[in-house]
């Protein structure tokens, strides 16, 4: 897989400038990531913005360090597989974790994050991707203690997903889903599914 360094320029319309592909994937709106088997070999800027870090913290770096804990980026990456496999695309919203400083962030603090990526070979998904990140909590932690499953069943909560369907997403049972969904709703004081969402998008 080639890296922006590698492309910089492509011959662009007529009348048009040679498009710099590096520039442009430096200057991009949301976070993104060049991986191979989930290890980042290339971030943008807003990447590093993102998540307080320098570019030499993150390039070489498992995506489990962005993660709040090591059984979430586990139980992801084993539940994207089957979705690249069959369509090489996959999206949702995780909690993720800010690694640094820098930028205004502060390390080990967590936010909402909305993931989009697209696999290289579907047949072996992890092997090659692009990721993009975009923070869902405009640089506003995610306030409420919550546990790993926890957070799995507010990001599916946040996507409309019934209690059946977020129980076939994470392979537990709907009254399992209940029972987590009824923990969130206390914990953010929340009387109904819709005022959930907006205070768990709220931080």
């Known amino acids: 897989m080639e890296t922006p360094e590698q492309t910089r320029t492509h011959p662009a319309a007529p009348g048009l400038g040679a498009i710099d592909y590096r520039l442009a994937f430096e200057h991009a709106p949301v976070g993104m990531v060049l991986s191979r088997n989930r290890t980042m070999v290339d971030c943008n800027q807003r990447l590093c ?19 709040p804990s090591v059984a979430e980026f586990e139980r992801i ?9 069959h369509v090489g695309r996959y999206a949702d919203n995780r909690m993720m974790r800010r690694l ?10 967590t936010f909402w994050c909305h993931v989009t990526g697209h696999a290289l070979n579907r047949a072996a998904p992890h092997e090659a991707g692009i990721w993009t990140f975009e923070d869902l909590g405009s640089r506003r932690s995610a306030k409420a203690e919550l546990t790993p499953r926890e957070r799995e069943v507010a990001a599916q909560v946040m996507q409309g997903l019934t209690s059946k369907e977020i129980g076939r997403v994470l392979g537990i049972s ?3 889903v209940e029972l987590h969904r009824a ?14 969402v907006q205070k768990l998008m709220a931080g």
């Open 174 to 176: 709907h009254r399992t």
């Open 183 to 196: 923990r969130l709703m206390r914990k953010y004081a929340a009387a109904t599914t819709a005022e959930l």
């Open 100 to 109: 640094g400083d820098l930028h205004g962030a502060f390390a080990g603090e």
């Open 49 to 67: 913005e993102m998540f307080g870090a320098a570019r030499e913290a993150l390039v070489g770096q498992s995506f489990q360090v962005l993660y």
């Open 77 to 85: 990456g084993k539940r994207m597989v089957p979705i690249l496999n």
